[in-house]
């Protein structure tokens, strides 16, 4: 189990009961302690958050002192753009799939909002990039993760923009990366904003503006403090971990498979159906925190780490090459349960001897892979190849050769869950499960 839904009514009403003092407590600490500039768990000026999750919070004593100490006024909310469709510009208004992206310079975007954003909060922008979002590298993202550490220092949330191709490995980068608690929101467009020129008429039904007005709002409403990034498109909010893109044009392309969205966004209502397990360490920033504080490491310690796809006799060449060239990572997306040729089998276990380590997960979309509790093949339980990449690649830099170290991390952060064997004891409910 890892998830909130995954527990009895009884166990729902006790985790929520202790997220809320996790939460509370934390914002108390963080908004008391930290920062004079926090507004942990404040609404922002002229909405009201009515979250299941916020309602708890607002009647608990640590959280209402939280309130008192944050400063008065509107949130500040730091736009980062990376470019992406939302940046793009079609060849007429309804050119859905013909356009360049990123081409509109994120602080024209945020403008086009105004005056209605300077009601939900101030904002101010940074152009990260302008291009589509596969064309970044990892050094960039080592990079745009300082950069949202730099404006969290200042700024109440940070809203990413970017091209939603790869949006889900942008946000479980910040997820994975950001030491800060406060909202990280990514957001972008499935069709491209303005029509032949950058300051040309709008694209018809182009959901960048609205998209890009909603993410501002929920980072605003600091209501997805401690919950990690998390990925905001069609008014519906997602956790970074979880969330894929599902369809190449659809607009409502982002799902949660499994588990569902975290929320939506419903014009001055946010609503939160659930949160992240990582919540459950609110309290805790030396727990709540990963190891992977790229602030202490050059994006060059990074080391390449690869996806190999499972099919149908699928020949072992490309784990050989892959090792040959130096990948110090290799995550096999297997079929079903994570199965792999026999070929590709022959070439795992040479590369092994070589000290390449394997993360194993499936080609599914959902659905777990377990097994191996020893040796340099790790289950990435249900953690999608592209996600349990950027894991394995941070566990890699981070654990100085100790495989069982980044076998850890892959079950704890990679696979945060709700210790239900205590709870099922006695315990109550709400604690993150430890390391086996
Ligand atoms: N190709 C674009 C990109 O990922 C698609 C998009 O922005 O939605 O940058």
Redesign the pocket.
Same mark, same amino acid.
Not at 83 to 86: A, R
Not at 131 to 134: E, L, P, R, V
């Given at each position: 189990m890892t998830h909130l839904e995954h527990l009895t009514p009884r166990r729902i009403v006790a985790v929520f009961l202790v997220l809320a003092l996790c939460v509370a407590s934390a914002a108390a600490s963080w908004a008391l302690g930290r920062s004079t500039s926090d507004h942990v768990g404040a609404a922002p000026a002229g909405r009201v958050a009515t979250a299941d999750l916020t309602a708890d919070l607002v009647s608990n004593v640590a959280y209402q002192q939280a309130l008192v100490a944050a400063p008065s006024g509107k949130p500040k909310v730091t736009v980062i753009g990376t470019? =992406? /469709?939302?940046a793009?510009v079609a060849n007429d208004r309804g050119s859905f799939t013909n356009y360049r992206?990123?081409q509109i310079p994120i602080a024209d975007l945020v403008d086009d909002l105004r005056p209605e954003i300077e009601a939900v909060a101030e904002v101010e922008t940074i152009q990260f990039g302008n291009?589509?979002?596969?064309g970044y590298t990892i050094a960039e993202f080592h990079a745009l993760t300082l950069a949202v550490e730099k404006a969290l220092a200042t700024s109440d949330g940070v809203v990413v923009t970017? =091209? /939603?191709?790869?949006?889900e490995e942008f946000a479980y980068w910040l997820d994975l990366t950001v030491q800060s608690p406060k909202p990280v929101v990514m957001t972008?467009?499935?069709r491209p904003t303005a029509a032949g020129t950058v300051d040309g008429p709008g694209v018809i039904g182009a959901d960048g503006p609205a998209n890009l007005y909603n993410a501002i709002t929920l980072a605003g409403s600091r209501v997805t403090t401690c919950f990690g990034a998390v990925l905001m498109l069609g008014d519906e909010f997602h956790a970074a971990r979880d969330v894929t893109k599902t369809s190449s044009y659809r607009m409502d392309t982002f799902q949660t498979r499994e588990l569902g969205v975290l929320g939506w966004i419903d014009g001055t209502n946010i609503k939160v159906g659930r949160a992240p397990a990582r919540v459950a360490t609110c309290d805790n920033p030396q727990r709540w925190n990963t190891p992977f504080d790229l602030s202490k490491i050059a994006a060059t310690d990074l080391p390449r780490t690869e996806i190999i796809f499972g099919y149908q006799q699928a020949g072992g060449e490309g784990i050989t090459g892959f090792a040959d060239a130096g990948v110090k990572g290799i995550v096999t997306a297997g079929t079903g349960a994570g199965g792999i040729s026999s070929a590709q089998s022959a070439a795992r276990t040479a590369a092994v001897a070589k000290g390449v380590v394997f993360l194993s997960t499936t080609r599914t979309g959902s659905g777990s892979v377990y097994g191996g509790t020893t040796g340099s093949v790790i289950a990435g339980d249900d953690l999608l190849p592209q996600k349990a990449r950027l894991l394995l690649m941070l566990s890699l830099a981070y654990a100085g050769g100790d495989v069982a170290k980044v076998r850890t991390w892959v079950s704890t952060i990679g696979n945060p869950e709700w210790d239900t064997v205590s709870s099922s004891a006695g315990t109550p409910p709400g604690q993150l499960k430890p390391a086996a």
């Open positions: 470019g =992406g /469709t939302i793009g992206a990123g291009k589509g979002s596969g970017s =091209g /939603t191709d790869t949006m972008g467009a499935m």
